[in-house]
């Protein structure tokens, strides 16, 4: 990633001067200090993607800077420059947590060498950091399904795939938009390197341009160390912007520049950074009234709108509940109590005739409540009849059972809340309701005497 911000520290001008004109000419930005206190003071106002320091400086030693860089900033790299070439130099600067030496004399292409090295290790890191918990939850892409409406998605996927074009994703909630972005940069070129998702529904306006390009230490009150946003950590890769019509209008000016320059600025900073990135956005929303209404921007839209795909509602492709059912009972059999095989004719005809304004989503949360009710090897219409609204199709309950649904559903909220250790957000998304509901249902059950485990 080109822009990408360098300090070096050395009190030799004609060496200082080589070194920035060296990383100039490599398409760096470049910041040169001629001593410690003066790069370490740069370094406490705004952050540097690496720092290279020599080894001896008459007021603080390149191990003295090296020191106090990676106490300031620990995922900052940090490479020193010996004029002595002994190993006992080397190894101590190593020791110290340098990322790499350079001895002198030294070519053009062996600093560029290990600045695209130490950048390459700080931006997997970063990466690794991120994804670590992105991944912890994480469920494989696959869009199921092999009615027409569903051959249609998948025949898009693989003709936008191959090419680095933007692309909208439209349709409404549940419907499995996500995946189908995640089937995109997996089919493509881009697939081995990082696919970063953010939700612009989840946070207020300043939050998201910090998640989105980083921020710089002091750039607001909490920012006690520069971070790197997600378009950083999507550079060479792909970039998912769920919901992008829930961004401020302010947001969506900084949005459409990135898409036309490919280039910003952390908050807090007023350096430019380049990247590389595929943007793949989705919508639940009518952005075309969004636009009437002013709450979207027409110049965005139509950057956005390079490939459509438009994935339809679960009532449009009745067809597939089958299908679906029957993979969400794969994905999740391990949660029932004993062998399960399969899905009686009734509870298929049951989910067949429900319209599932939720979408895949909805259903899948079903089938799981199912299995987590179930106590024998088939799924029967009263297992999947205690996650339906009573007053919509297939939601009549079986006679013969002697559960109430809302003792049924007690028993599944804490079944699935216990399978998750506790953990309301974890158990309120699995369930597919709100963390709200699920804290109101629980304290009810309290007062009720019950003891809920946690």
């Not at 200090?33 to 007021?59: C, N």
């Not at 946003?229 to 961004?247: C, K, N, P, Y």
Request: with cysteine; aromatic share 4%; net charge neutral.
């Amino acid at each position: 990633m080109t822009g990408q911000n360098i300090a070096i520290v050395d009190d030799q001008e004609m060496m200082r001067e080589s070194l920035k004109e060296t990383l100039l000419r490599a398409g760096y930005a470049v910041r040169a200090f001629a001593s410690g206190e003066a790069a370490l003071a740069d370094l406490e106002r705004a952050s540097a993607d690496m720092v290279i320091t020599d080894m001896k400086m008459p007021s603080m030693s390149g191990i003295e800077l090296l020191e106090r860089v990676l106490r300031l900033a620990p995922e900052t790299p940090v490479a020193v420059i010996t004029a002595h070439g002994t190993v006992e130099t080397a190894v101590e600067a190593m020791k110290k947590g340098a990322f790499d030496y350079i001895l002198k004399p030294f070519s053009a292409d062996a600093i560029e060498l290990v600045v695209a090295k130490a950048l390459r290790h700080r931006r997997l890191k970063a990466e690794n950091e991120f994804l670590r918990g992105e991944m912890a939850g994480a469920r494989g892409p696959a869009f199921v399904g092999e009615s027409p409406a569903a051959g249609r998605v998948l025949e898009m996927v693989r003709r936008v795939a191959g090419s680095t074009s933007t692309v909208l994703i439209r349709g409404e909630s549940g419907t499995g938009k996500e995946i189908v972005a995640a089937m995109i940069h997996a089919a493509g070129p881009r697939a081995g390197a990082p696919f970063i998702k953010v939700n612009c529904a989840a946070l207020s306006a300043g939050l998201l341009e910090s998640e989105l390009f980083g921020h710089e230490k002091g750039a607001f009150t909490g920012a006690d160390r520069a971070r790197a946003g997600r378009f950083e950590l999507a550079d060479g890769g792909t970039i998912l912007l769920d919901e992008v019509s829930e961004m401020d209008l302010a947001l969506q000016g900084k949005l459409l520049r990135v898409l036309q320059e490919r280039e910003f600025e952390r908050v807090g900073s007023s350096e430019t950074r380049r990247v590389d990135v595929r943007i793949i956005a989705t919508s639940n929303r009518n952005l075309e009234k969004c636009i009437e209404d002013g709450s979207f921007r027409r110049d965005l839209f139509y950057r956005l709108n390079v490939v459509p795909i438009l994935v339809p509602p679960l009532r449009e492709r009745r067809d597939d509940i089958p299908l679906l059912a029957g993979h969400f009972l794969a994905k999740h059999a391990h949660l029932a109590a004993g062998a399960l095989r399969e899905i009686s004719h009734e509870a298929l005809g049951r989910l067949a005739a429900y319209d599932w304004p939720g979408n895949v989503r909805e259903l899948e949360n079903i089938v799981e409540r199912a299995i987590v009710l179930s106590t024998g090897p088939t799924i029967g219409p009263e297992h999947v009849a205690a996650g339906l609204p009573e007053s919509l199709p297939g939601a009549a309950t079986d006679p013969d059972q002697s559960a109430t649904l809302p003792q049924m559903e007690r028993e599944m909220i804490l079944k699935t809340l216990k399978r998750l250790g506790g953990h309301r957000e974890k158990t309120a998304e699995a369930l597919g309701i709100a963390v709200r509901t699920l804290r109101d249902k629980l304290k009810r059950y309290k007062e009720e005497g019950v003891n809920i485990g946690c």
